[in-house]
């Protein structure tokens, strides 16, 4: 089991490596007219010829796992942060109604977003908060905000994990990308890494179509477990995941949001998504570098980085929730109105959501056009929201302090150390 207390041998630890190791097969490549105008040398047209070897994963269901103590006695520790993390900021209001919501909303955002950057998808606070409102927004902007309703969509499912759950939330992610078939198994083989447009020369070939389906009934049957601590029971399930890389796009956002999912099941997390995607940003060398091991039958690199990133993500969400609380008080000084008064409906909508227009206002608050607009010119008066547009048609205005605060989250998840 996993939580025996002595460190493996070194013959147990290989044997045990060499079980879990993935191993190949060999599946013919029909050459796709479109490689004719791929250039090449020659040599690389060799290497592309014949058959290529696609990935069998080893069954996990049922499978026993060891790690070494200290590394199972520091996924707890972790494990323990990220649940004092959530307790902390569940029990933290902002303002003077005791809102918590927004801060649950803009860690999720955050968590989106950092996900996002690991695919080396990024877009800045302000352009996301824009791409939110359907304001003005790059690509990078509308791929980072449909992975916030995806992330969403799976966290609100967590209790009724299936098949058709995480095909609903891959739906969400790639909604009109229709080379990835959003909601849909792949029915073509992907690979990752390599420069030719065949998978003969790449870092890594998933399973071949046919061989998606049952092992993600395996995967499914692993994270119903109750047997394995949670993190590392996290870590495998994710590592897992990716190694079957079922979609023909999104896999890595779509098994990072199984992680939060996998997370609120145990209960580890009730209210909050822990940014553990901006702990992992510190070091995503260390982290594919980890998921490689696992393909090679190693389960204590993934685990460790997963823990690594749990500290890290738990110190990063502490800071920018005392910025953001610091925030909210300040804004509440600034304000000078009745207290019944639309503006204070507004504010923590304005955490979540840091680029508003009326009509924005007008369906979060549920008031009149001239109240919502009356309320916006009151936080201009403050100096809390700034015209973002100088039009006056469509105008949107944003919160500078929100969007800073989410800038050094973002780029404080992006340092090493």
């Known amino acids: 089991m996993i939580n025996e207390p002595t460190t493996p041998s070194a013959a147990s630890d290989s044997q045990e490596s060499d079980e879990l190791a993935v191993t190949y097969e060999e599946h013919r490549w029909a050459a796709a007219e479109a490689e004719s105008d791929f250039a090449m040398s020659r040599r690389a047209r060799l290497k592309a010829r014949g058959p290529y070897l696609a990935a069998v994963l080893p069954e996990i269901a049922h499978r026993a796992f060891r790690l070494p103590a200290e ?26 109604d005791g809102e ?7 860690l999720l955002r955050t968590e989106s977003a950092s996900s996002s950057q690991i695919e080396k998808v990024t877009a800045g606070a302000k352009a996301l908060a824009m791409a939110t ?55 073509r083989q992907v690979w990752i890494g390599g420069s030719a447009p065949t998978p003969h020369t790449a870092s890594f070939v998933p399973p071949h ?3 998606i389906k049952p092992a993600m009934a395996d995967l499914l049957a692993f994270l119903d477990r109750t047997d394995i601590p949670v993190l590392p029971h996290v870590a495998i399930g994710h590592a897992q995941f990716e190694t079957i890389h079922p979609f023909a796009d999104g896999n890595g956002r779509s098994g990072r949001a199984l992680v939060h999912v996998m997370l609120k099941r145990a209960g580890a997390t009730r209210r909050l998504t822990v940014p553990v995607s901006a702990g992992l940003l510190v070091d995503t060398e260390a982290y594919f570098d980890a998921l490689t091991a696992y393909r090679r039958g190693e389960v204590a690199p993934i685990v460790e980085r997963f823990t690594a990133a749990a500290f890290a993500a738990v110190s990063n969400g502490r800071m920018l929730n005392r910025d953001i609380a610091d925030l909210y008080a300040e804004w509440e000084h600034l304000i000078v109105a009745r207290r019944d008064a639309a503006v204070w409906k507004v504010l923590p909508h304005l955490v979540c959501q840091p680029a508003i227009t009326v009509k924005f206002v007008q369906d979060a608050t549920g008031v009149s056009n001239p109240a919502a607009q009356n309320a916006i010119d009151q936080l201009v008066a403050a100096q809390i929201v700034t015209p973002a547009t100088a039009s006056r048609r469509n105008r949107v205005w944003l919160a500078d302090g929100v969007i800073s605060a989410l800038d050094e989250f973002a780029s404080r998840a992006g340092r090493r150390g």
């Open 100 to 106: 918590f919501a927004p801060l649950a909303a803009i």
């Open 133 to 187: 409102i359907h304001e003005n927004a790059g690509p990078n902007a509308q791929l980072v905000a449909a992975n916030v309703a995806a992330m969403q969509r799976a966290v609100d499912m967590a209790d009724d994990l299936s098949e058709d759950t995480i095909l609903a939330a891959h739906g969400a992610l790639m909604e009109g990308q229709e080379y990835a078939q959003p909601g849909r198994f792949r029915d």
């Open 209 to 211: 179509a046919d061989r």
């Open 71 to 96: 590394v199972e006695a520091e996924a707890a520790d972790a494990l323990m942060e990220i649940a004092r993390f959530d307790a902390e900021l569940s029990a933290t209001d902002l303002g003077r």
